[in-house]
């Protein structure tokens, strides 16, 4: 897994793309919604599939908190749905979102909880 920044510095040597685009990889990509099909664009250039997963995480582990996921020819509309601050994460694990998704189930654990009065 990958950790990179949406955004690079004016006096930067660029993106290494081919790096970037490599199957079976997963990229974490934090700062990218404003550049998401710039960043969807170079990977399909560069040979990652258009419909590798994706997830974009917007307001992560807040209690609203939501997960839009597709594939990467859409980032870039999933990214501008999204509230911020989001992570974008491209790779094959977005595909075990349902089984992972454990700031959901508790989160729904906490709202059936707080429903419950207790009268002593």
Same mark, same amino acid.
């Given at each position: 897994?990958?950790?990179?920044?949406?955004?690079?510095?004016?006096?930067?040597? +660029?993106?290494?793309?081919p790096s970037l685009a490599r199957a079976r990889q997963t990229l974490a990509i934090y700062m990218g919604t404003v550049?998401?099909?710039?960043?969807a664009a170079g990977l399909i250039e560069h040979g990652r599939d258009a419909a590798t997963p994706v997830a974009v995480i917007?307001?992560?582990t807040r209690q609203d908190q939501q997960v839009l996921? +597709?594939?990467l020819e859409n980032l870039e509309a999933l990214a501008a749905a999204a509230p911020t601050p989001a992570l974008l994460v491209?790779?094959?694990v977005v595909n075990l979102h349902g089984q992972l998704a454990?700031?959901?189930?508790?989160?729904?654990?906490?709202?059936?909880?707080?429903?419950?009065?207790?009268?002593?």
């Open positions: 897994m990958l950790f990179i920044t949406g955004h690079c510095q004016a006096d930067s040597q +660029g993106i290494d793309w550049k998401a099909a710039e960043i917007g307001r992560g996921t +597709g594939t491209i790779g094959e454990w700031f959901q189930h508790s989160a729904q654990q906490g709202a059936r909880e707080s429903a419950v009065v207790t009268l002593a």
